[in-house]
């Protein structure tokens, strides 16, 4: 089974797939994979891509995608029956400015009426929204109760935005291999063993994007570098990415370890700029090359 992400998602690895190559998937033996900062699952996606009897341990601190997840496992026909009527309405609209309209409608509700609305309903909208929202972005605002609140994309869609049936394989994913867990990442310890691979994709350390409304800071960079350490005396097979600013920390906190670094160029802003970054992808295990794409 194949599955596509979600949403789009600012910072997803879909783009690294290729400069990760054979470096990220080890040659030891692994029957779980743990995704402790799940987002919209690109990584998870090649796992089973690769190995499609893995099972899951899924964990993202996120408690509203997490409940996205949920419900779409759940409730795979009642989701996908809301989140089709949202897209109708969404069409149906024929200017760019109603359709904004329409869009920052539902994005209140969402922020502020949530208690109102049910959890398929919560779930559907949120699901529509991030399918059109700008730049796969997670913001909170003031007013929005530490919840999503992103602005309206371009709204220029002219076919149906929602894949159906990546819907439904999405929904069997989560019901029949994964565990989903909501909080910290160091949720997942009790997974962790001799036989699990686990992988770590924080919020980029000069990210200035809160995708919970307590953030994630330089000392949860840090805990996070001890957890990888943690996993690695348990037996476990480990990878870390992050973006990398040049003031040694990964050195300094993980430098026993296998360092990667590549140079990436990304797209910013709503113009055509475009940043070369140099990312860093920390492994505690080394492969033989092989081709595996």
């Not at 972005?137 to 159906?164: C, H, L, Q």
Request: hydrophobic share 30%.
């Amino acid at each position: 089974m194949k599955l596509k992400p979600l949403f789009k998602w600012t910072g997803g690895k879909n783009k690294m797939k290729a400069k990760y190559g054979d470096t990220f998937f080890p040659d030891s033996k692994y029957d779980t994979f743990i995704d402790c900062f799940y987002g919209a699952g690109a990584v998870s996606h090649w796992i089973l891509e690769k190995k499609p009897d893995t099972k899951f341990i899924i964990n993202d601190h996120n408690s509203e995608m997490v409940k996205l997840y949920k419900t779409l496992r759940d409730y795979p026909d009642e989701f996908i029956d809301a989140s089709l009527k949202l897209q109708e309405g969404h069409l149906s609209i024929n200017t760019i400015e109603d359709r904004k309209a329409f869009y920052n409608y539902h994005k209140l509700r969402h922020c502020q009426e949530y208690e109102n609305l049910t959890d398929i309903e919560e779930a559907a909208a949120l699901y529509y929204m991030l399918r059109v929202n700008f730049n796969g972005w997670w913001k909170i605002y003031n007013y929005s109760n530490g919840r999503y609140a992103t602005p309206p994309g371009t709204m220029t869609e002219k076919k149906p935005f929602m894949d159906v049936q990546n819907l439904k394989n999405t929904s069997k994913f989560f019901k029949e291999q994964c565990t989903i867990l909501s909080g910290d990442f160091e949720n997942v310890r009790p997974y962790v063993t001799d036989t699990s691979y686990v992988y770590f994709d924080p919020p980029y350390r000069d990210s200035t994007t809160n995708y919970t409304d307590d953030g994630f800071n330089e000392n949860d960079q840090i805990r996070l570098c001890n957890f990888f350490k943690e996993c690695t005396q348990k037996g476990a097979l480990s990878a870390l990415s992050n973006k990398e600013i040049g003031d040694g920390f990964f050195e300094t906190h993980l430098g026993e370890y296998n360092l990667h670094k590549m140079d990436v160029k990304y797209s910013a802003g709503r113009g055509d700029t475009i940043n070369k970054v140099q990312e860093i992808l920390v492994t505690n295990f080394k492969n033989i090359p092989n081709t595996l794409f």
